[in-house]
């Protein structure tokens, strides 16, 4: 087997990752570059963006645009792989973007193998900020390939069952998206951010509300176990609540939260009226903003594109002495729009903490790793600090 890795070294995202023989090719992600202003600038690959179709199959690891974010410019007819319960939040999102990827994936499992040519790939799931995702084992010629796409060791997943399930490889094709970026954002669990949210609210009656992403399905679960558990109303838009109920009943830990079935959730819609289709099977849980203003106590999950209707919540509730809890990657913070949303809600009279954990393996995580597959090539991706990487030479041959 070979690897040529078209895009993804020594950047974060954009990752399209090539596996081949002389005749079977596997594509691992077919990511968008995360600075693309406009329009994705996709990468010329002969047989799966342009000429004819020559590429067996697309294996996805998870449905973040930076490793999904070119399947609309795939050419037709190849054969994708997913996580099944990816696949069902990737459609939410894309349907709240009024977008349209017309492509039917099969299914991954966890160590299912699945043959492809020559080619013989194994899933093995793991914990990232995306919901059902996957690094990927590929076995041809004697030879052994992981591909980590994202992961880290402090979800809720079990580590240590992946990696006593993952074997020696000779090459292993890592990110490092962490190696580059605040240590403060790496290591905490998320049941840690339940405990830490628990003390932040204690004794804090105002309204609360988080700036997170409802696509990052175990925020979700921590936000509303905050809820619950400071004895608040946990309040999501329709298109949160269809994200929710997109990653199914899957328990790790804690549920993911259901509107409509499990207590405490209610649902507001942002555009002033009712809209059944938006709303339909949530039967009472859908709320008004004059519903909003009744509640002594609730914790809303919001976006900067809700701005105006925060405002004209602002003026039937008392924005004063609440909290303002930032629960994303900080470099959201330096794009001007999250910049004028911040300062928008904080002056409405909020307090502003942050709550947050990286989705990404920390350094302890990725030596573990490495200690564990024993490959004799490391290939770093998805990282700007490749560099990190040749602390493991002479063992093993370090390409950055």
């Known amino acids: 087997m070979k690897v040529h890795i078209h895009r993804g070294q020594n950047q974060i995202g954009g990752s399209v990752i090539e596996i081949f023989t002389d005749t079977t090719r596997i594509f691992f992600d077919i990511g968008a570059n995360m600075d693309d202003d406009h329009a994705a600038v996709v990468p010329p690959v002969e047989g799966l963006f342009c000429g004819k179709r020559k590429v067996d199959a697309v294996f996805l690891t998870h449905y973040h645009a930076d490793h999904a974010g070119l399947l609309g410019k795939m050419l037709s007819g190849i054969p994708v792989y997913m996580g099944q319960t990816a696949y069902e939040i ?214 900067p594109g809700m701005k105006q209707y925060l405002h004209q919540l602002s003026e039937l509730v008392d924005f004063r002495g609440g909290t303002l809890i930032y629960s994303m990657f900080a470099g959201h913070l330096e794009l001007p729009y999250f910049t004028r949303f911040m300062d928008f809600m904080e002056k409405k009279g909020l307090e502003r903490h942050v709550l947050h954990t990286s989705g990404h393996a920390d350094p302890e995580a990725i030596d573990q790793l490495i200690c564990k597959v024993k490959p004799k090539t490391i290939l770093p991706v998805h990282t700007e600090n490749a560099g990190w990487f040749l602390r493991y030479e002479p063992e093993c041959r370090v390409i950055v």
């Not at 954002?185 to 840690?192: F, G, I, K």
Request: hydrophobic residues 35%; aromatic residues 8%.
């Open 90 to 303: 990737f459609k939410v999102g894309e349907t709240y973007r009024n977008r349209i990827t017309a492509f039917r994936p099969q299914f991954v499992s966890d160590q299912k193998k699945i043959v492809i040519g020559d080619i013989t790939i194994t899933p093995f799931r793991c914990d990232h900020s995306a919901y059902d995702a996957y690094m990927y084992l590929a076995e041809a010629d004697g030879e052994r390939i992981l591909y980590t796409g994202d992961f880290r060791s402090h979800g809720r997943l079990d580590f240590e069952k992946l990696m006593n399930a993952l074997p020696e490889v000779d090459t292993l094709i890592t990110e490092g998206t962490s190696l580059s970026r605040d240590l403060q954002e790496r290591s905490v669990s998320e049941d840690a951010l339940i405990d830490m949210g628990k003390v932040l609210l204690k004794d804090r009656p105002g309204p609360v509300f988080v700036v997170m992403s409802p696509m990052n399905i175990d925020r979700l679960i921590t936000c509303y176990q905050i809820a619950l558990q400071t004895e608040r109303t946990f309040l999501i838009d329709p298109y949160a609540a269809q994200l929710a109920k997109a990653a199914g009943r899957e328990t790790i830990g804690h549920p993911v939260p259901d509107p409509g079935k499990d207590p405490g959730i209610r649902v507001f819609w942002t555009d002033g009226k009712m809209i059944p289709a938006r709303l339909r099977g949530y039967g009472k849980a859908g709320i008004s903003m004059r519903g909003i203003r009744k509640e002594e106590k609730f914790l809303m999950c919001v976006r």
